[in-house]
């Protein structure tokens, strides 16, 4: 990216700014604190992983996620309200009155099964103590994706069946999320959760949800919905939230255009479109008009480095680089025959036009 871009208003939940520029970043982060809400976390894309701590009252985690300090960016994650934050078991989190940021690392190991199935339960249970128990986002992002585990189990799929165990044993609802590689070792995750009755999750009618794959992806399916609506928070005067998970080239539950990143760029981004239509969002009881939805930022992530610029030209003809922010990741994905998945905030912009008589 080449500016640093903060998003919305102060006071809203995202923004995405380069690393490069930290007297824009620090000035306004100063800023926010002068309005008396700091921030819930800092997600630094950068050069190196290591677990989350807690620094100047916010979550820190770092995820190695870009080959060099040049591509390096922070996703920043502003609190509404004053900040609490707190360890539990291997998590770190923070949270205002409305929403709960919890992040891990797992370093690796023979296999991830039964540290995810640990770690998602200890986090259901944070949660709920918390009273934050629906969760609304989560990212997990894993060494080597691809590659087989101690007993041949591809990594992602081992990772699945214990993610899957932990959200049976617990019976929760699965969020929007995103899976996808990482440049380090081990597994870096961090969500977002909000207060009973905050989250809507949404399937996409062109695709299988992702929990009833068939056995062939794994013998675990994984755990997410394709996308989760977070209702306006009381009385802040804060907007509604639509987080879109990690989107591929998958129709049906099938993979479509091994081998052709620009046919699966199209795929991707026509399944964003499905799935933000106005008759879908309805489907779930979402009533939002298309054209009130705005892009705040959205992150692609890309297997070939050498493909970067295509995806990057077809996303700038779908999204609005005036008021989105995107971020490219050349890193693995989950199925070994995807190139691209892209993920998306996305808001709703104040009615235009409105007249008071
Ligand atoms: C897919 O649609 C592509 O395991 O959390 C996308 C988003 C994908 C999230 C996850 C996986 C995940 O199946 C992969």
Known sequence: MLHSQVLGTPGEVFHISDR?????????????????????????????????????????LPIHMTHGRQHEFTET??????????????LVYAHDDERL??????????GYARDAERAYSHIFELTDQLGF????????????????NESGMETYRDFCVGRAEAFAFHGKDMPAATGAGSLGDGLSFYLLSGRMGSATHIENPHQVPAYRYPVRYGPKAPSFARATYLAQAGGNGE??????????????HETQHVGDVEAQCYVALSNIDQLISAANLER????????????????????????IPLVASRCARYFDDRETSIAYLNVDI??????????????VRAQQGYTVE
């Not at 309005?35 to 820190?60: D, I, M, S, W």
């Not at 509404?80 to 078991?89: C, D, F, L, M, P």
């Not at 940021?101 to 023979?110: D, L, R, T």
């Open 20 to 60: 490069m520029t930290d007297t824009t970043v620090a000035s306004l982060l100063e800023g926010r604190d002068a309005a008396g809400a700091g921030v819930l976390a800092n997600v630094r894309f950068g050069t190196y992983g290591a677990g989350p701590t807690l620094a100047g009252g916010a979550v820190e």
């Open 77 to 90: 994650w502003s609190a509404a309200q004053a900040v609490t934050t707190g360890r539990y078991e291997e």
């Open 101 to 110: 940021f919890c992040a891990g690392y797992i370093p690796a190991s023979g």
């Open 133 to 148: 128990p629906d969760l609304f986002r989560m990212w997990n992002y894993l060494g080597s994706i691809n590659d087989p």
């Open 239 to 252: 907007s509604q939230r639509l987080f879109i998970s990690g989107t591929a080239s998958i129709i049906g």
């Open 284 to 307: 779930h009881d979402v009533r939002i008009k298309r054209d009130d939805l705005r892009f705040d930022a959205v992150k692609v992530y890309v297997r070939r480095s050498t493909d």
């Open 334 to 347: 989950c199925r070994s025959d995807l190139l691209v998945e892209i993920e998306a905030i996305a808001s």
